[in-house]
């Protein structure tokens, strides 16, 4: 009998504690990941960064290590939606990584979110399955407060147009985001679902944001998001990547400003932000 052995059938990992399905073991990422759903994207990222080099491509998952602005930083491709992103935090997190951004695209909901502008998602709606097998329903999906404000600091420093806000994350693209299904099918209970989540402040659709921040939140790990709305549900503007360069230019600002504020977090002996610590770090 051939193949690769596990380490079981329960834990399945292979030698050095590579892990299955992303194909890295401890010491081929940073414990900042940038988690983008495209394997395209992970490239793009990558092509940003000050050197980057290919680590591990396996299924959907993608992923490249390298340095930022001295930061060392890595990207891995979750595929599209939550139980695949799942995997892939699950994964990851068992090599080294504590820190994870989301870099995606999404709908808008509202019509002053222009095509293009980014979203910094700070709660999620949790509207997908795989975050139900993790806990209760009424369990929030909250983004960490360190890597959000550090999404609108490195937005503001970049001058971008962005928005923070709710985000409602689905399972899937067509019917549950109120779109039509083939030939027109629509459940009744997707009917109106666009304009009651406006309703109640949700800026926008994706697919795997509720799942991440659930997941980070439970193993006490970081997580946030910026997404760039490449479609508008209210204009039916849609224009591919629209935006998709500012939200990865974003992103790594951000880890760059979060790799300071970890370091005088940890000198202080502090966990969180704080206006205090802020005027702190501008002063270096």
């Known amino acids: 009998m051939g193949g690769e052995r596990l380490r079981s059938a329960s834990v399945p990992e292979g030698e050095g504690g590579l892990q299955y399905h992303v194909r890295v073991k401890p010491g081929d990422v940073s414990r900042y990941v940038f988690v983008p759903g495209d394997p395209e994207r992970v490239k793009k990222i990558a092509s940003t960064w000050d050197e980057a080099w290919f680590v591990a491509q396996h299924r959907e998952y993608l992923t490249y290590t390298g340095r930022y602005k001295g930061v060392l930083v890595s990207a891995t491709s979750t595929g599209i939606g939550a139980p695949s992103t799942a995997i892939a935090v699950e994964e990851l997190a068992r090599v080294g990584a504590d820190t994870f951004i989301r870099v995606g695209t999404t709908g808008a909901l509202r019509r002053d979110i222009k095509v293009g502008d980014l979203i910094i998602t700070n709660a999620a709606v949790r509207l997908e399955g795989t975050s139900k097998q993790y806990t209760i329903p009424e369990y929030p999906a909250v983004a960490d407060l360190n890597v959000t404000l550090a999404l609108i600091e490195a937005a503001e420093e970049l001058g971008v147009r962005y928005h923070v806000g709710l985000t409602a994350s689905t399972d899937s693209f067509y019917v549950g985001q109120e779109r039509p299904g083939y030939r027109g099918y629509l459940p009744p209970f997707n009917r109106g679902l666009v304009d009651y989540l406006k309703s109640i402040g949700v800026l ?51 880890v760059k400003i979060l790799s300071e504020w970890d370091e005088i977090l940890g000198e202080k002996g502090k966990k969180y932000v704080s206006p205090s610590l802020l005027r702190d770090w501008r002063r270096r």
């Not at 910026?226 to 591919?240: K, L, P």
């Open 204 to 254: 926008n659709f994706e697919m795997e944001a509720a799942a991440l921040f659930t997941i980070a939140q439970i193993y006490g790990l970081r997580a946030g998001s910026v997404c760039a709305a490449i479609a508008n549900r209210e204009t039916e503007e849609f224009i591919v990547d629209a935006g998709v360069m500012d939200a990865i230019r974003v992103a790594n600002e951000a």
